[in-house]
């Protein structure tokens, strides 16, 4: 019967310290992979994230609340809008029915 494998869940933190010991470059993939029960290739994807996500860790925090903050207020601004553009909208027609064109 064949060996079937079980899914482990690793924290965060595990990967964390995977990676991070992978970046310092001490030991080779490989080695690293072995020591933590983990594919070569599952090592260089945690090591390729953490290079291009750790600038995240040190952004600052009112930078994202800002972001937010903006994707909120630009609905407001779209409804605004459409609620000058609907009602400039029924003026037109009713003075095109006071004059008598079709609007």
Known sequence: MPKRSI????SPQFKFQVALEALK????INEIAATN???PSQVTTW???LREG???LFERKNARNRE???QETH???LERTLGKIVLEKEFLVKKCKQLGIEP
Do not use: F, I, T
């Not at 899914?7 to 690793?10: A, D, E, F």
């Not at 470059?25 to 080779?28: A, C, D, G, I, T």
């Open 7 to 10: 899914k482990r869940n690793l």
């Open 75 to 77: 609905p407001a601004e």
């Open 25 to 28: 470059e001490v030991r080779s």
């Open 68 to 70: 937010l903050e903006d």
């Open 37 to 39: 029960k983990v594919h």
């Open 47 to 49: 090591k390729k994230e």
């Open 54 to 56: 750790g600038s995240l």
